[in-house]
């Protein structure tokens, strides 16, 4: 079976930390930062577990801020 | 496979859309607005559409459109935009004038030129942000506050004796002859965005193509005057304001067109 490998790409400065990624995301990728803040004093998102990420795009979707990029490589067994 | 490996342009599947502006928006965490902008600009790239869109602003949070999508705007007098869209689209045809406004722009103050330019059936696409609430200014009642809601002037919750009834002006844009295409939509999960943009582009199609006014209603939250977390509030908006404000197509096109 092709195996799916996802990468996101988070702009922290431009994150207004409202959380919407996080609860989007299918297979829990996502958490805001605990106590770092970027310049304007909000908890970005960051990658956790970016191990689980599937491309799916489904944070970079729901974003209001269009601060998450998305990469995906699908690998097909030889 | 490292993330070093994944992150490689040629695998990109989602980046910031080249119409919107590089600036930070004025918007609150988690507003709907955010999401909605970053729809319209990707349809404009997609539909390449850059060059012959005119956007209208309205008064309201969304003011500033114009600082963030990078395509003509008019900015319009609070609730007039359908009338400055009226004319920017008669006097050029070939362009797709859309107007972007939210509920107290296009169901309160903005009544009377909402009604009657969808009734003229001009041609133009409206985009119509409800999220039951003055964003803006603090939280007011607007028209489309439901029942038993809490806002800055109705403290003890909307009451029908004291304020009416919410209003459904999306229904009633669909029962006028001038309309080709009315629904309803919200952007509170990656499927629901994907059906909005779908919709959004049938109705850019439909004022390009002279079919009448489209009318895209997007069921929004306002995280600050419902005084929620944005999590909260698309929960909120799922348990409440989809039973006044159901989703889908209130009215469909023909494939005929109007004149």
């Known amino acids: 079976m092709a195996k799916v490998h996802g990468a996101v790409v988070i702009d922290g400065k431009r994150c207004k930390g409202c959380d919407l990624c996080v609860v989007a995301c299918p297979t829990d990728v996502l958490l805001l930062q605990p106590k770092e803040v970027n310049d304007r004093g909000y908890h970005y998102a960051y990658a956790a577990n970016p191990d689980k990420c599937i491309g799916c795009a489904a944070c970079a979707t729901v974003c209001p801020d269009a601060c998450i990029e998305v990469y995906r490589v699908v690998e097909r067994p030889a | ?73 008019v900015e319009a007098a609070h609730g007039r935009a359908p009338a400055v869209a009226t004319a920017a689209s008669r006097l050029n045809p070939q362009n797709l004038v859309f107007t972007y406004q939210g509920d107290g722009d296009l169901a309160a103050i903005g009544t009377a030129e909402t009604i009657h330019a969808a009734n003229r059936g001009e041609n133009i696409a409206m985009i119509f942000i409800n999220n039951g609430i003055y964003g803006m200014t ?62 959004i582009k049938k109705a850019f199609e439909n004022a390009l193509a002279k079919r009448g006014t489209s009318v895209v209603e997007v069921v929004s939250t306002c995280n600050s005057g419902w005084k929620l977390s944005p999590a909260k509030s698309n929960e909120w908006m799922v348990e409440h304001m989809f039973e006044k404000y159901p989703l889908g197509d209130l009215k469909t096109p023909s494939e005929e067109p109007k004149n």
């Open chain 2, 1 to 73: 496979m490292t993330t070093e490996e994944i992150i490689q342009p040629q695998n990109k599947v989602y980046s910031r859309p080249r119409l919107l502006d590089e600036r930070d928006t004025h918007y609150c965490p988690g507003c709907s607005h955010g999401v909605v902008h970053k729809i319209i600009a990707e349809l404009l790239d997609e539909m390449g559409l850059e060059n012959k869109t005119v956007g209208v602003a309205p008064v309201g949070c969304a003011v500033f459109a114009y600082n963030y999508i990078d395509v003509d705007w």
């Open chain 2, 138 to 199: 603090g939280g007011q009642m607007a028209p489309t506050t439901l029942l038993g809601m809490k806002t800055a002037t109705t403290p003890y919750g909307r009451t029908a004796e004291l304020n009416g009834y919410p209003l459904p002006i999306s229904n009633i844009l669909a029962t006028l002859d001038g309309t080709c295409y009315v629904t309803r939509q919200a952007v509170h999960t990656p499927a629901a965005v994907r059906k909005t943009k779908a919709a």
